[in-house]
């Protein structure tokens, strides 16, 4: 049994006075053990000792085993024998403190229930720092698995070298009274940190010196006296890796146990982006925290979410990261399964890259990171636009990375996300789509549109002087092309033809991929502009309502000049009736004579709505004036330079979205042409077939604007051994081989100015193509223009024959 009091206070008479200072016959503890004793009479003192040096730390737990009425007492006493702290418990007395001095230390072990009169068996569980190691080094990225005793304290080691971080969770696996607690002490035995917690003690920290650290794990419920089974998890950066290599651009699957630290690794270069998201699949109470390490192990960042936790960031080295996986509940006590999504620019690519000019349709999972590429040259525009199809929840945010792995924009919006930019170099840009709902936890349906240009052209190309119809839906983007010289001049509008949320958006771009100019409305979208330079320019058509999220049909009008003549030829003092709808351009063209004073007045019939606006264009293109009014507007203009004008006439109301009858009229210019006779070139054999001019007047060419002058042909199909009239078909070129066609041939000399197609009756007469005669000339363009028109009849190949030929020259 160890020392009597009566023993000790004889040997403290003896030996300076002190309580007592026979440490040779007072039992030495174990360092990480546990040694027993027993109080085994009314006033028995039991007495250990141990060695520490000054600033070391050290814990000692003094426990009942019987669990009886014996309340364990420890008091301690400094290497010169000065009482020191003393404390006591139902069942366990704890002490946990940092030596004063270095020397030897005394614990005196008594009862201190109400009497002081109970004895029982005993445990004394001790540990100090450095030294204890009673269950071995932790494993960097993994777990041990054991169980507190009562009053017991159990120590590990781990290495770690000054500057690199570690996280270390301690769980009740049992979900019992145990209330895990853990302490840190550094190499040299200083106490370093500690936490508990009722279910998981959880730490977190980055190491101040190289060396072996001391964890001591202890039970800190009420009393100190609870017991059960537990993991201790561990992790150390660099080095953890329990789940390996993160796929670039894709997922992993795990689960988080109780108290788990789940590790991964990725490598990245400095200056590259990264993004992980780390989301909880069960919708459980677990609540996902991400903590990032760079090569060193030093913390960068971390987040956390109730469900999903976002981290985006930059590499600030080059080297081998670490992610560590953990659950931050209330409690840090929450298990269950999770995805990780990793992205690191500028490989990621999970999807391939976008359509140009298209769209691509996918889905956002819980957490989800998609990732796309699209090739670009600097000096190109694009534009994105995300949507969530099912106006969910689902929030979708872009985010694009240029070709070495830099952010470049992005941009979110609650259903529809727009990006639009230039290259600012040359290669693979990177786009990154996700959600950032508030918890960054929605999921759904979407579909991500571009278009770079140069390239894009969904709609085709835009016909001159009249309009294509189309439909907007959610967060589209429609791209149309026209080709145009320098200097030439051009209009577009773009119209919601329902009026209803769509808000109309153009932009157009140069042959290079530059934007040149853009406008929006809430119903119609007006652009009018001169081209910079020649080549084929881009429009894209896009809704920028609030939000960017409503869809509907539209209209896009296009003019471009010269060219554009859908109303065709002004003529002098004679008026015009026409109809302005919703958006509309209305093209004409005059013939000018320099020095002419021109008018052209343009009236709104109805006195209504329409506000019109006429603008006149010389005859290269180039914009010369413009005028408008509220229901009427006069344009007076002194030709400088003869040839070609073209009018174009529109509404510039508030919003440019009225629409009317209207007339317009020319004076003092805009003279009708003349006739120029025909030349009639004869048949190869006096037996073919013979072509007549059956116009309105009869020998001479069409005149451009006049209904009475139209392109009329008369054949003669006599004698043919196959007595049909095949339909004509146009060719530029002076008189060649012809070309075949089941509708017989046309030859021009000049622009192809002529296509038609249909079978007629046989008989000995025809009309091409119809007693009607071909459509009439109506563009001022055209005069002047000189071609050569042939019949052919009989069967189709070597059998059939030409007629005559007419050589006409339109308008003059």
Request: with cysteine; hydrophobic share 40%; net charge negative.
């Amino acid at each position: 049994m160890p020392l009597t009091p009566r023993t000790l206070a004889l040997v403290g008479l003896m030996l300076l006075g002190s309580i007592f200072t026979g440490t040779a016959r007072a039992q030495g503890l174990v360092n990480g053990g546990s040694v027993a004793g027993s109080i085994d009479f009314a006033g028995d003192q039991d007495s250990w000792t141990f060695s520490a040096a000054a600033g070391q730390g050290f814990q000692v737990r003094v426990t009942d085993l019987a669990v009886s009425a014996l309340r364990p007492r420890v008091a301690l006493y400094a290497p010169g024998g000065a009482l020191v702290t003393t404390v006591s418990g139902s069942t366990v007395a704890a002490l946990s403190l940092i030596a004063g001095s270095t020397g030897t230390y005394t614990i005196v072990i008594d009862d201190s229930s109400q009497g002081s009169d109970q004895t029982g068996p005993y445990a004394v569980h001790f540990t100090r720092a450095p030294g204890a190691n009673e269950l071995g080094s932790l494993p960097n990225g993994g777990s041990l698995a054991s169980s507190i005793e009562l009053g017991d304290l159990d120590s590990f080691t781990f290495s770690i070298v000054a500057g690199q971080s570690f996280q270390l969770r301690v769980a009740d696996t049992g979900f019992g009274a145990f209330t895990p607690r853990i302490d840190i002490y550094d190499p040299i035995g200083a106490y370093f940190t500690g936490a508990s917690g009722s279910t998981v003690a959880a730490i977190s920290g980055a190491a101040p010196a190289t060396g072996t650290y001391t964890v001591v794990l202890s039970d800190v419920s009420q009393g100190n006296d609870a017991a059960g089974d537990y993991e201790v998890h561990f992790v150390r950066t660099p080095g953890a890796n329990e789940g390996g290599t993160l796929p670039n651009a894709g997922m992993l699957s795990g689960n988080i146990s109780l108290g788990d630290l789940d590790s991964y690794t990725f490598e990245a270069v400095a200056g590259q982006n990264f993004k992980l998201r780390v989301a909880d699949t069960a919708f459980g109470a677990f609540t996902p925290r991400i903590d990032i390490y760079d090569s060193i192990g030093a913390h960068i960042l971390g987040a956390s979410g109730s469900t999903v936790a976002v981290v985006n960031a930059v590499a600030p080295s080059t080297g081998t990261f670490t992610a560590v996986i953990t659950d931050v509940s209330q409690g840090n006590d929450a298990a269950g399964p999770y995805d990780l999504h990793f992205i690191r620019l500028s490989e990621a690519d999970e999807h391939g890259p976008l359509v140009n000019g298209g769209a691509l349709a996918e889905s956002i999972e819980i957490g989800d990171l998609d990732s796309y590429t699209f090739a670009i040259t600097a000096g190109q525009s694009f534009e994105l636009r995300v949507a969530d199809l099912d106006l969910g929840g689902f929030t979708p945010r872009i985010d694009v990375f240029d070709p070495v792995g830099a952010y470049f924009m992005g941009a979110s919006g609650s259903s529809v996300a727009v990006v639009g930019g230039v290259a600012t170099s040359t290669g693979t840009y990177t786009v990154v789509l996700s959600d950032v709902s508030l918890g960054n936890d929605a999921t759904g349906a979407y579909e991500v549109h571009f278009a770079r240009v140069p390239g894009a052209n969904e709609g085709g190309s835009l016909p001159n002087g009249g309009l294509v119809p189309g439909i907007l839906s959610l967060g589209d983007l429609d791209s149309f092309t026209f080709d145009v010289n320098a200097g030439q001049s051009y209009q577009l509008r773009a119209v919601d033809t329902a009026i209803g949320g769509l808000s109309p958006r153009i932009n157009v771009y140069d042959p290079v991929g530059a934007y040149v100019g853009g406008a929006s409305g809430s119903t119609v979208a007006a652009v009018s502009a001169v081209a910079t330079s020649t080549g084929t320019y881009t429009v894209v058509l896009s809704d920028v309502s609030l939000g960017s999220d409503a869809a509907g049909t539209y209209a896009l009008h296009f003019v471009r000049v010269p060219g554009a003549n859908e109303g065709g030829l002004l003529l002098d003092g004679v008026s015009k009736s026409e109809t302005i709808s919703l958006g509309d351009l209305d093209s004409y063209t005059f013939a000018a004579t320099a020095t002419e004073m021109a008018q052209i007045v343009v009236t709104d019939l109805a006195a209504g709505g329409l506000s019109p606006r006429v603008d006149l264009y010389g005859p290269i293109g180039e914009y010369i004036t413009g005028a408008s009014g509220s229901t009427q507007a006069v344009l007076s203009y002194t030709i400088v330079t003869g040839g070609v004008h073209t009018v174009v006439v529109s509404d510039v109301s508030l919003g440019n979205d009225a629409g009317g009858d209207y007339t317009i009229v020319l004076s003092g210019s805009g003279a009708a042409p003349g006739s120029t006779s025909n030349t009639i070139l004869p048949p190869a054999l006096p037996t073919d077939p013979i072509l007549a001019d059956n116009g309105g007047g009869q020998g001479f060419g069409p005149l451009v604007g006049d209904p009475s002058q139209p392109f009329n042909f008369a054949l003669d199909c006599s004698g043919a051994s196959q007595p049909s009239i095949y339909l004509m078909e146009c060719r530029t070129g002076s008189l060649a081989t012809p070309l075949p066609s089941p509708f017989g041939l046309l030859y021009l000399d000049g622009a192809t100015i002529l296509s038609a197609s249909g079978l007629h009756a046989q008989g000995i007469v025809e009309w091409f193509p119809a007693p009607v005669g071909l459509a009439l000339p109506n563009d001022a363009a055209l005069i002047g223009l000189s071609y050569t028109a042939q019949g052919f009849v009989g069967g189709y190949g070597a059998s059939g024959r030409l007629s005559n030929a007419i050589v006409q020259t339109i308008g003059g």
